[in-house]
């Protein structure tokens, strides 16, 4: 993805919202991820709680032409 650049979490959830995606949590784990709600391994959870998780695993959000990637912050 050309482009790719830090975003914060406001901007996240605007992007998310329009997409029709939630923040997520692979349940019994910390791993985070953008969801639907579909997928019955991930659970949606608060943004503040994937704020958290992604500040303790020094993990960002980045974005390129509208998508979206979770990759450890630079």
Known sequence: MTG???????QAREIASKKGLKAGRVRGTEKV??????????????WSVFEGLLSK?????????????????T
């Open 4 to 10: 790719l650049h830090a975003i914060s979490i406001e």
């Open 33 to 46: 991820q953008f969801t639907k709600g579909r997928n019955k391994n991930v659970e949606p959870v608060d």
């Open 57 to 73: 695993r020094h993990l960002g959000v980045y974005e390129a032409g509208g998508f979206m990637k979770i990759m450890k912050s």
